[in-house]
């Protein structure tokens, strides 16, 4: 890893790194079936350099504003003219002066620790700081001194709502130093768009960013090259909404760049044939009513996919004549029908998907958040509207797609910071090839974690969990319960109102109201049930009646499908040297165990104790495993179309 930035390109009409070339079949196999150590730990770096920056800082503390100001111009002159190759006095001065600044705007200058985490993210890597050590602020420092250098900087969030809050935080502090801020918002045109990204920082979601690189892509046709786009754009006005991608600053990057890396984004738009479509899905959700599961059609494999027996394919060919005459050929038929069939029974309401105002929408299984501009492809977002009975919604045609893998990798320069990296750091490595850099917490950790409870059924899980809360909300503890999925807090709900304990619910169902639940989930006696949409980028905030009681407690009632995420719930509790405390109250009835623990660990579960605590862990891992597998199949796919596309010039 360079210890400085990367080559300067910002004389490239549209900058961003050449797709490069695809890893060979013999590479990929080397990487699937050998155990060559991947994995790429960077010790922790810094800390002179840190010690450096404070010792700088001091020498600020007596100047007025506009002194403040002059050395700024004359520090982001240094950074341009160095071309990529900035001295390290150089870099000590920037941090020095967007500290100071910090201080003078915000009340806040960076930890040590903090700015150990920016250096890393300018080295090129993925900085993994504990949940609550403050990223937010410290990617102020790196955003900050790649834009002084003339770099167009993309901040990328876990979601909308992270960005726009996170830009209006921090403009103040980039208005100090003479930088423009602004964020993208969902929904806008792309005129909006092209005036947001036009700005020095930019706050977006991954997937705003990623679909307006595909728009460009389109508009840019196969004239991929610098003088073919400058030709272009001179001679029939093509408008690009980025301005290329040049800096990108990945917050939360396990959950962007890996969690939500197991789908392609797909640009595209209604075909001509709509009405027909919806009969047809109509149709196949009608035929799949009349098969029964284990006569007519199993759910087999890892995968849990859709096999149809020969008494299924006898039923279908016996209905046939009820099809679009395009949809009579067997092949068709079936795989229409196995959609339908994959609604009915692997897709499930307040799990996988939401009702809103009469349309389907996705919730992100990893944040709890509902994705209300995506939909499931090869017809199967229209399956389940007919499942319920809503609207059915046109199959739209692709005009471009990209994977988050490929995405990235396009960046001239990438770095990230999470609170959990580690887990992940082989991904980083063989995917990204970022290394993981482990950054020391500010203060000693005095979050205490108590024994995992784990029982037989459901009902017993959820009495003891709102029993819990009871005690603890009593003696002024503010108790946040996480939960999976909608239906699990509707659960976690209902047993607390059974008992009576006043409570409020953040789940997909509710995310427009986050930011006043979240405000209130640190007052003392305050219960909160939440999916995991609130384990990450969010900030409880303990009262000091709530402190003096023992800080935030954090109840797991299930276990997700990543220990990471696991362990982003629990950081909410004890941040930054506080009290706190979390623990894990389980039930051999967990969904996890049914999607992904196998027979075997079905079985085992069933033996209660620390036998059923072996069999959720079992289940958790083999769920790591088989996203993991997935997403690098994803990328292959992606790597193999490159190869066989790679002479239209375009790959996306």
């Known amino acids: 890893m360079s210890e400085h930035w990367p080559a ?72 341009r003219a160095a071309r990529g190759k900035p001295r390290e006095t150089l870099l000590v001065d920037c941090f020095a002066l967007i500290r100071e600044w910090a201080g003078r705007t915000m009340d806040q200058r960076h930890y040590p620790t903090q700015i150990r985490g920016a250096r890393a993210v300018l080295n090129g890597a993925v900085a993994e700081m504990q949940t609550g050590e403050g990223k937010t602020l410290a990617i102020t420092l790196a955003a900050g001194t790649a834009a002084l250098a003339g770099r167009s900087v993309h901040v990328i969030t876990a979601n909308d709502y992270l960005a726009e809050r996170d830009a209006a935080k921090m403009q103040p502090l980039y208005a100090q130093l003479g930088l423009t801020c602004r964020s993208v918002a969902p929904g806008c045109t792309d ?31 196969a004239r991929s090259g610098d003088i073919g786009l400058r030709t272009r754009a001179f001679l029939d006005g093509t408008a690009l909404i980025l301005p290329g991608l040049q800096f990108a600053i990945v917050d939360e990057a396990d959950s962007v760049m890996i969690d939500e890396a197991r789908t392609p984004l797909i640009l595209s738009v ?38 149809l027996t020969q008494a299924g394919r006898e039923v279908l ?20 029908v196995r959609t339908a069939l994959s609604a009915l029974h692997l897709h499930r309401r307040d799990e996988h998907y939401i009702l809103r105002d ?28 007919a499942k319920e009975g809503v609207e059915i919604t046109t199959r739209r045609v692709t005009l471009a797609q990209i994977t988050f893998q490929r995405f990235f990798r396009r960046y001239v320069h990438l770095g990230g910071m999470t609170g959990t990296a580690v887990e992940a750091a082989d991904e980083f490595w063989s995917v990204y090839s970022l290394p993981v850099v482990v950054i020391p917490t500010h ?14 059924r459901a ?55 986050e930011a006043a639940i979240v405000a209130e989930a640190g007052r003392a006696g305050a219960v909160t049930v939440a999916t995991n949409m609130a384990g990450r980028g969010t900030d409880i905030i303990p009262d000091a009646r709530a402190l003096a009681a023992g800080g935030l407690h954090v109840i797991m009632t299930e276990r997700h499908s990543a220990r990471r995420i696991d362990r982003q719930l629990s950081g909410r509790a004890g941040r930054q040297g506080e009290r706190g405390s979390s623990e ?46 997935a997403r690098r199949r994803l990328l292959e796919l992606d790597e193999e179309q490159a190869e066989n596309l790679a002479f239209t010039g375009s790959p996306e």
């Not at 002194?67 to 520090?75: C, K, M, P």
């Not at 000693?444 to 995992?452: E, P, Y």
């Not at 239906?487 to 953040?506: C, N, P, Q, W």
């Open 584 to 629: 894990a109250i389980l039930s051999a009835q967990d969904s996890l165990l049914d999607e992904f623990g196998g027979r075997g660990a079905r079985l085992l579960a069933r033996l209660g104790g620390r036998a059923t605590l072996s069999a959720l862990s079992a289940a958790q891992r083999r769920a790591e495993r088989r996203h993991f597998q």
């Open 317 to 336: 060919e016996e209905h046939a004549g009820t099809l679009p005459p395009a949809w009579r050929a067997a092949p068709i038929r079936e795989d229409a």
């Open 191 to 221: 005129a909006e768009r092209r005036a947001a990204f036009s700005a020095d920082i930019v706050y977006a979601s991954g997937k705003e960013v990623a679909f307006s690189f595909l728009r460009d892509r389109v508009a840019m046709g």
């Open 459 to 513: 009902e017993t899980k959820w009495q003891r969990v709102a029993s819990r809360a009871k005690t603890l909300s009593a003696r002024g503890r503010p108790v946040l319960i996480g939960t999976r999925t909608v239906a699990a807090s509707e659960a976690a709900s209902a047993a607390l109102t059974g008992i009576g304990v006043a409570h409020r619910v953040l789940s997909a169902a509710q995310d427009a109201d």
């Open 358 to 385: 009469g349309k389907v929408e996705i919730v992100d299984e990893y944040t709890g958040r509902v994705m209300p501009d995506r939909s499931w492809s090869a017809g199967l977002h229209q399956a389940v509207e």
């Open 8 to 79: 300067d390109s910002m004389g490239a009409f549209y900058p961003r790194a050449p797709a490069g070339p695809s890893r060979s079949k013999l590479d990929r196999w080397i990487e699937r079936y050998t155990a060559l150590p991947r994995r790429r730990l960077r010790a922790r770096p810094g800390r002179i350099f840190a010690w450096r920056v404070v010792q700088r800082g001091k020498a600020l503390e007596n100047l007025d504003d506009a002194a403040l100001r002059d050395r700024v111009r004359a520090v982001s002159h240094g950074l």
């Open 443 to 456: 203060k000693r950790s005095r979050r205490k974690t108590w024994a995992t409870k784990v029982y037989a």
């Open 270 to 307: 209604p075909p001509a044939d709509a009405a027909v479509e919806a009969d047809a899905t109509l149709t196949a959700h009608a035929l799949a009513q009349r098969l029964d599961q284990g006569r007519h059609f199993r759910i087999t494999g890892p995968g849990r996919q859709i096999e």
